[in-house]
């Protein structure tokens, strides 16, 4: 197509000022072009190659945390479970199924023996103190007392190593 006939028919999409205005920027670059041939030449060398994948590397094992200071953290949280400070699915996945049901058991059991007395200052559970006994390096018994605001509570409780953290896997209150 000439640029004449180009000039006459509008670019799609375009108003015939703008057609005018691109057909002559284009007129003026090949005029560039057949005048300074130089000016094209760029000093650029065109190489390809495949991306070698970066390897992560490997993840070092963690160790797991103190069974002692876990088994504490782990008696508190039951016993607000039990005084209905936490919602029960909070340990969902730091313990077993069965363990979850005794909790439960505890739960009903404690909170009906706390709405027959009379009403109170409700104070947090305070960890008094903990015993942790390994008789496995996967394994770990862990016995704690906890003072409720009225009496003191005894606990004890089975750990079992899951990965890099610890799995309650038994639980009693005394």
Known sequence: MSTAAARREPIAGCSPVVALRLLSMVEDARA????????????LEWAWSVPTPVEEPPEAPRERPDPRQWGGRMALVSFEIMLG??????????????????????????????????????????????????????????????????RYRAVAMRLTA?????????????
């Open 32 to 43: 560039t072009v057949d005048t300074e041939p130089e000016q094209l030449v760029l000093p």
């Open 85 to 150: 400070r936490r919602p029960a699915g909070q340990l969902a996945r730091l313990m077993d199924a069965r363990t979850l049901q005794v909790i439960a058991l505890h739960t009903s059991r404690y909170g009906i023996a706390r709405r027959t007395r009379k009403p109170g200052v409700v104070m947090r559970p305070r960890l008094t103190s903990v015993r942790c006994q390994q008789p496995h390096p996967d394994a770990a018994e862990v016995a704690a007392v906890v003072h409720d605001g009225e």
């Open 162 to 174: 899951r990965g890099s953290q610890w799995f309650t896997t038994a639980f009693e209150l005394g």
